[in-house]
């Protein structure tokens, strides 16, 4: 950990794939529990930025130049790049050490696909673990990309501070079909390759639906970009400060970010007890109570009050 | 259990509907809980047939003459009517009081509703509970008729020794539709309303499906019925009868209850676990705990630690 604070992006790269295989992250004599709870502990927090969209929509090179936009404002930035559909990481599948080349020499820019590994608890832990990482190794903006528009992706993207949902012109019907859960995860709408003919038409509709259903407060702004020619970048990166000041002036980063560690402390509770329930049912003990089971010596009430009383006691009241 | 053992209808009724509601099925010191381990000491096996189909099929009126058949043969017969869907039980919407009216004044016949009650474990164990009190009551056959065709319908079926699927003329793509899943439970199909056109072709069918599927051994017999005229309905129940001889001789009875009683003890201890873990994460410690993560003072994996540790020891090697 202190070598990745020191700006070693190798050792930053290792501590990355702990956290991403997850080895017995419920352990606590683990390397991977270990650098969870180290980078937890530094308390660091890194502003978050959760790019979402379907394939296809330009999120890539939105976060490419995204990237430089951050950049020339002086300070670190770090790229999560997630593919919930891919057992594969490390860049090969998404292609961004090809895509992000001309970052690939500035070492103020670190980049890191991340796939479904085998962590205890999924991209639902393994995602925040990582991002608590990189902002311990000194990342004070990270950019969180998914790739796709189902559930796990936007679950994925608005674990982070600000989430902008990518659509593309004549997106109309693809909008109507997962309007609900993009005007729930929605902080910022972009509209890339506005270049091309139905852009203005997508903006209307998607203002016309924060119309309907914004209920005061923060209201999404939909910003046209062309990614491919820097167009909008600017003004996108601009909405997503803005974004973000509001949330820090108005309590609600504090309350978000409340809220994601409530939900990641019940998702490793889960999947703590769901290990040790699996650990329970094949083990040795399960064999001979169900033997006393099937031969109606025991009911399955008392069978299952054995195998618990061999579990742990049973808490208070139950 | 022993008033309902001498035949006192009131008092099964009564242990039925303990057995429905669940109430504290996990507590040793509560009926629900007396109740189904005195049936499942007591041993009695009852042959059980499950009958499922879509809503319409004509399963009821099935059912009514099968009771009949059975009757002619000198013994008692139970029946359970299960609706996953409906929240109401005893007969009220089944309208199985009105139904099985002819059978209403026979003490050789009892019938019972059964509706998704607040069972800890669902249907999943309050069916095959039910089916103990009968059986411990003295009934050696027992009907359990499923309203519809979905997982739950099919899983609650499939909790007896021989499931059958009712089918009507001229339901090809119903069947189509969920091929695997009646080809994996059905022990015997029935074309119902067999005076309708299509039967014949139903039945072709039917019989095709068997012929690319059956890996040997049993295979299920496809039987045509009219039961509103009760024709078919003595072949079918002949069938049943033969299939229960088959089970019993090539020793798959013995191997199908035992998975039976499997599954039934590992979806107690689930819901056993699931209870308990609502009771954690719901209780005072969960709070202090929470307000320990959100402060950094603990990372979740410690504080998943700390809940677990006032719940019990872990596992050995966990």
């Known amino acids: 950990m202190s070598a990745a604070e020191a700006g070693d992006r190798r050792a930053l790269a290792r501590l990355l794939s702990m956290v991403e295989r997850g080895d017995g992250a419920g352990d606590p004599d683990r390397p991977a529990r270990q650098v969870a709870a180290l980078a937890y502990r530094s308390g660091e927090e890194a502003a978050t930025v959760g790019i979402t969209g379907a394939p296809g929509a330009g999120k890539s090179t939105l976060v490419d130049r995204l990237v430089s936009v951050v950049r020339a404002e002086g300070g670190p930035v770090g790229v999560l790049a997630v593919d919930p559909t891919s057992p594969f990481s490390g860049g090969a599948i998404l292609g961004d050490r ?24 999924g991209l639902a832990l ?22 796709g528009v189902g559930q796990v992706e936007v679950e994925v993207a608005s674990a982070t501070d600000t989430t902008v949902v990518v659509v593309n012109p004549r997106w109309g019907d693809a909008i109507q079909a997962n309007k609900a859960g993009l005007l729930e995860t929605a902080d910022v709408f972009v509209v890339n390759k506005a270049d091309n003919p139905g852009a203005a038409e997508t903006r209307r509709d998607l203002e016309q639906m924060l119309d309907l259903s914004n209920p005061g ?48 402390f019940r998702t490793v509770l889960t999947a703590r007890i769901e290990r040790d329930i699996g650990a329970l049912l094949s083990g040795g003990e399960m064999g001979s109570l169900l033997e006393d089971v099937v031969e109606h010596r025991l009911d399955p009430y008392e069978a299952a009050d054995r195998l618990l009383g061999a579990f742990g006691r049973r808490p208070p009241g139950a």
Do not use: C, K, N, Y
């Not at 992000?100 to 820019?109: N, S």
């Open 98 to 121: 090809v895509r992000m080349q001309e970052h690939a020499l500035d070492p103020g820019v670190f980049i890191r696909s991340m796939a479904t590994r085998g962590h205890l608890g």
């Open 126 to 147: 393994a995602v925040p673990e990582a991002l608590r990482v990189l902002a311990a190794a000194g990342f004070p903006v990270l950019l969180v990309e998914t790739v």
């Open 217 to 264: 407060g923060w209201r999404p702004p939909v910003v046209e970009t062309v990614a491919t020619s820097d167009q909008g970048v600017g003004r996108l990166w601009e909405e997503i400060r803005r974004h973000q000041l509001q949330l820090a002036a108005d309590g609600s980063l504090e309350r978000r970010r409340r809220a994601r560690l409530e939900r990641e």
